[in-house]
T-cell receptor
Framework: DGGITQSPKYLFRKEGQNVTLSCEQN?????MYWYRQDPGQGLRLIYYSQIVNDFQKGDIAEGYSVSREKKESFPLTVTSAQKNPTAFYLCASSFQRGGADTQYFGPGTRLTVL | AQKVTQAQTEISVVEKEDVTLDCVYETRDTTYYLFWYKQPPSGELVFLIR??????QNEISGRYSWNFQKSTSSFNFTITASQVVDSAVYFCALKEDPGTASKLTFGTGTRLQVTL
């Protein structure tokens, strides 16, 4: 089945630790995105990538890092520099075409810092 | 700067009632796209619809319908004869700069609770 997978579903981290969230897609989409969702709020963009080996910062990139070594994969690392990392993280992907692209989302990873 | 406002934080209805979720947006672009997503308790965002700024025709899909009015910068979503399975958080989103990967600007969402 085609889709976007994120792992793990739940993740617990101690303060001061880096942690990496996985996002994989088999939709042959060009672009991939990471969003953060806090309770009662909309989604905010962390990073996005239009093509392999290239990515851009979103609105709240501080304390996060990404890589895009393969078209199918866009892992997000939450570093110890992120002051308030407890949140729900959603990965998305889309085709890159001349018109608008629709972003499709994965099931999300809920990160809790202990 | 682009902005999306969903003024209704939470709505509760009884099954079979009709319900409208409001969405008001702000943008300086003449070309833009509007989206609605559904977030059930499982957390995954499910795409419902995309409309471009040049197409103001209302759209109906089963019990769902959307009313896009550029004059009032609104893109409202109506569920007819609501069902318990419609209970979720619904997000309206705006995308400028079509043709390139760029962010979606989301509203804060409306939580819909449908009870028996």
């Amino acid at each position: 089945d085609g889709g976007i997978t994120q792992s793990p579903k739940y993740l617990f981290r101690k303060e001061g630790q880096n942690v990496t969230l996985s996002c994989e897609q088999n939709l042959n989409h060009d672009a991939m995105y990471w969003y953060r969702q806090d309770p009662g709020q909309g989604l905010r963009l962390i990073y996005y990538s239009q093509i392999v080996n290239d990515f851009q910062k979103g609105d709240i990139a501080e304390g996060y890092s990404v890589s895009r070594e393969k078209k199918e994969s866009f892992p997000l690392t939450v570093t110890s520099a992120q002051k308030n990392p407890t949140a729900f993280y959603l990965c998305a992907s889309s085709f890159q075409r001349g018109g608008a692209d629709t972003q499709y989302f994965g099931p999300g990873t809920r990160l809790t810092v202990l | 700067a682009q902005k999306v406002t969903q003024a209704q934080t939470e709505i509760s209805v009884v099954e079979k009632e009709d319900v409208t979720l409001d969405c008001v947006y702000e943008t300086r672009d003449t070309t833009y796209y509007l989206f609605w997503y559904k977030q059930p308790p499982s957390g995954e965002l499910v795409f419902l619809i995309r409309r471009n700024s040049f197409d103001e025709q209302n759209e109906i899909s089963g019990r769902y319908s959307w009313n896009f009015q550029k004059s009032t910068s609104s893109f409202n979503f109506t569920i007819t004869a609501s069902q318990v399975v419609d209970s979720a958080v619904y997000f309206c989103a705006l995308k400028e700069d079509p043709g390139t990967a760029s962010k979606l600007t989301f509203g804060t969402g409306t939580r819909l609770q449908v009870t028996l």
